[in-house]
């Protein structure tokens, strides 16, 4: 979530990598980050919002722990996957 946009994250781009029996950690998660703030709904009931030191913080976390760039890899390939290429096959979508 640190490495989308702060505001406006889509809930379904979170949850399009995970298998479908995990809606329920899901919520459970995302309630957990709501009750200590560290996330927070937007105007859309489906669209998150996140505070841009908790974005600073959580990258410098995996960063410490070595694991940015496996998450990076990770949101490029939610990104490619949500946005297809601008070629003629992918126009219906």
Known sequence: MSFFDRQGIPEELITSQHEDNSAVYFEE???V???YSLVALGVKNDVFEMHRMVQFATRKWLEKRQELEQWKETYI???TDAFPPGTYEHWGR
Do not use: Q, T, V
């Open 29 to 31: 998660d995302i309630k």
């Open 77 to 79: 390939a939610i990104m």
């Open 33 to 35: 980050l709501r009750n």
